[in-house]
């Protein structure tokens, strides 16, 4: 798979320009194992980047044009010039994470000048597993290599989440900037999105990670993200704390009827999943895989129950793969929610039979086919070694 994206990039780089690229870039997307909603109330994540990823073929320009072909839309072309105020367009949404990059790369004070770039990736598209930030991550670190700039892995996440907060519209946290810029192979990262301190968090070896796509098209996405994350302000801003990371569910216990009661729900999900991804982090590096099971199954519950951003689809496969393994690994929504994907750690025996179990009832229940990823926890953006 990876192999075929490089020569994908490469090939079309000759093709489209006529010249040999200097560079091949990845950038990984991502799964989060536990730890939803959390980020942009100072939380806690615990994600791991994953073996698909965006493929950067790359060279400099001696000019200040940037000129970038994405295969994966029938090698698209835009073309900009940076020393001119960089606009949205509209006619190309990819295009757009791209510029953004690009105009607050600027912004915040990098100098370069332009380059040739052809981007390809195989992270599903729409799916909650980041194919978008691990465009923006692969951008940022297309021109970190090509001008050997002096910027941290966090800023190219951070200069990606604001390229995706100020420029494309959607008001994300950090996390998937953050894993898809420093994942480490085989680990999952707890990430303090307060600090944007990691701490990796080996995963053990026996255990398989499926990520399992609903194939439910994401409705409604933006507005309802946008919704929750004003909910979350409301509460925390009733409760008098920078942000709900601040509170203790005693705390939070103590004064709910100060809160409406939706708006309490959502902090209540907020609260005890940031306790329970610090639990998971331990119990994940103790190979503690039962608690672990038991705190995805949680998550699950409040994601449904609490902040509502589970769909029948999803609550059906968490249900199938819940059946299927018992108490011997966890299962749980990733991501954003409204559809997209489970993911579930499974010790590697029960993957076929976990395969089998979707395969023979979820279309029957839902009429929809799912897709089935067994992935690696995989390293994070940089400079492609070929051997
Ligand atoms: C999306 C966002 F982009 C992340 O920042 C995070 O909030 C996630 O939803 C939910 O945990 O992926």
Redesign the pocket.
């Known amino acids: 798979m990876m192999i075929s994206l490089i020569e994908n990039v490469k090939n079309a780089f000759i093709k489209q320009f006529n010249y040999l690229a200097t560079d091949i870039i990845q950038a990984p997307g991502r799964v989060?194992l536990i730890?939803?909603?959390?980020?942009?109330n100072d939380g806690f994540?615990l994600p791991c980047a994953i073996n698909y990823q965006t493929m950067v073929a790359a060279a400099k320009r001696e000019d200040n044009i940037v000129r970038v072909i994405s295969v994966d839309y029938g090698n698209a072309i835009d073309s900009f010039d940076i020393t001119q105020p960089i606009e949205f367009n509209k006619d190309k949404m990819w295009a757009n994470y791209v510029r953004g990059v690009v105009k607050f790369l600027l912004s915040r004070g990098f100098k370069f000048q332009g380059a040739d770039i052809v981007v390809s990736g195989n992270v599903p598209q729409g799916a909650?597993l980041?194919s978008?930030?691990s465009l923006e991550v692969v951008i940022g670190q297309t021109f970190k290599t090509l001008y050997d700039l002096d910027i941290s892995q966090a800023e190219v996440a951070l200069n990606g989440?604001q390229a995706?907060n100020e420029f494309v519209g959607?008001n994300?946290?950090?996390?998937?900037?953050l894993i898809s810029a420093q994942g480490k192979k085989n680990h999952a990262l707890l990430i303090d999105c307060r600090s944007l301190q990691t701490k990796a968090v080996s995963m053990p070896e026996n255990l398989s990670i499926v990520i399992i796509n609903s194939n439910k098209r994401r409705g409604l996405v933006d507005s309802e993200?946008n919704t929750r994350r004003l909910q979350c302000e409301e509460a925390a801003r009733v409760f008098g704390v920078k942000a709900l990371r601040d509170l203790s569910i005693e705390q939070f216990n103590a004064r709910i009827a100060e809160l409406d009661e939706v708006v309490a729900k959502r902090a209540r999900h907020v609260i005890t999943e940031n306790a329970r991804t610090l639990q998971a982090a331990q119990a994940l590096s103790e190979n503690n895989i039962s608690l672990m099971g038991k705190l995805m199954a949680e998550s699950h519950a409040s994601m449904r129950d609490d902040f509502a951003i589970t769909v029948a689809e999803i609550d059906k496969l968490v249900d199938i793969v819940k059946t299927e393994i018992g108490d011997q690994g966890g299962v749980r929504m990733t991501?954003?929610?409204f559809g997209g994907c489970i993911v579930a750690l499974i010790p590697s025996e029960l993957v076929d039979g976990v395969k089998a179990a979707v395969v023979s009832q979820y279309s029957a229940a839902t009429g929809l086919d799912a897709s089935i990823y067994v992935c690696n926890a995989s390293v994070g953006a940089g400079i492609v070694l070929e051997k």
């Open positions: 989060n730890g939803e909603h959390t980020d942009y994540v909650g980041s978008s930030a989440q995706e959607c994300c946290g950090i996390m998937d900037q993200y991501g954003g929610g």
